[in-house]
């Protein structure tokens, strides 16, 4: 059973920056996929960024340039750095994990932007 605690999230003003830290326990691999989705009420989840084991990153378009994913094996942490906040990345970020057919979610963080 893997475990996934998500930390980092709160309200910001547009143009402003958060970091939200993603750490997973349990029985892990070295082989899988870390990242990010979000999801707003009435919406489906949408995924922002992801990460694989050897560093290959994907970003959705709305936040490339803007949000940087990283990952810190030796700690099976997952990062990810948000800058240029806009009101409309304000959402609950779910932090994700797959490894092979598996996969994990975290209990969700919330970022607001606004003014």
């Known amino acids: 059973q893997v475990q996934l605690v998500e930390s980092g999230g709160g309200l910001v003003q547009p143009g402003g920056s958060l970091r939200l830290s993603c750490a997973a326990s349990?029985?892990?691999?070295?082989?899988?996929?870390m990242g990010w989705y979000r999801q707003v009420p009435g919406k489906q989840r949408e995924l922002v960024a992801s990460v694989t084991s050897v560093g290959g990153t994907n970003y959705a378009d709305s936040v490339k340039g803007r949000f940087t994913i990283s990952r810190d094996n030796a700690k099976s942490t997952v990062y990810l750095q948000m800058n240029s906040l806009k009101p409309e990345d304000t959402a609950v970020y779910y932090c994700h994990l797959r490894e092979g057919l598996m996969n994990y979610w975290g209990q969700g963080t919330q970022v607001t932007v606004s003014s």
């Open positions: 349990g029985s892990i691999f070295s082989i899988y996929v």
